[in-house]
Nanobody, 122 residues
Framework: VQLQASGGGTTQAGGSLSLSCAASERNFRYMTWFRQAPGKEREFVATIKNDGATDYADSVKGRSTISRDNAKTTVYLQMNNLKPEDTAVYYC???????????????????WGQGTQVTVSS
């Protein structure tokens, strides 16, 4: 399985960015975005389950929307009102076997994309 993330870039605070993650296969139970800032651990951002249910970290809730295409092979993350603390490398991940209670745990994901840099200047 290959995951290809794209769409990162640089914007000013208050701006918007849209990330995409295209998978080479389908039938994932969860497709998820994580991020990792320099010197920090990888943290959960948002996830979408195969039934369409979504979950967001408190830090991005209300400012971000996760969605996917009808084929369920591409997941998107629309981020609005970006803040400097959103600066990080954003990774997409996918799992076919994850249980709900582990959906926010990066170590539980089998498949990872290469990451895309998001930089927000103040």
């Amino acid at each position: 399985v290959q995951l290809q993330a794209s769409g990162g870039g640089t914007t000013q605070a208050g701006g918007s960015l849209s990330l995409s993650c295209a998978a080479s296969e389908r039938n994932f139970r969860y497709m998820t975005w994580f991020r990792q800032a320099p010197g920090k651990e990888r943290e959960f951002v948002a996830t979408i389950k195969n039934d369409g249910a979504t979950d967001y970290a408190d830090s991005v809730k209300g400012r971000s929307t996760i969605s996917r295409d009808n084929a369920k092979t591409t997941v998107y993350l629309q981020m609005n009102n970006l803040k400097p603390e959103d600066t990080a490398v954003y990774y997409c991940a996918a799992s076919r076997t994850l249980i709900a209670s582990s959906r926010r745990s990066p170590e539980q994901y089998s498949f990872w994309g290469q990451g895309t840099q998001v930089t927000v200047s103040s």
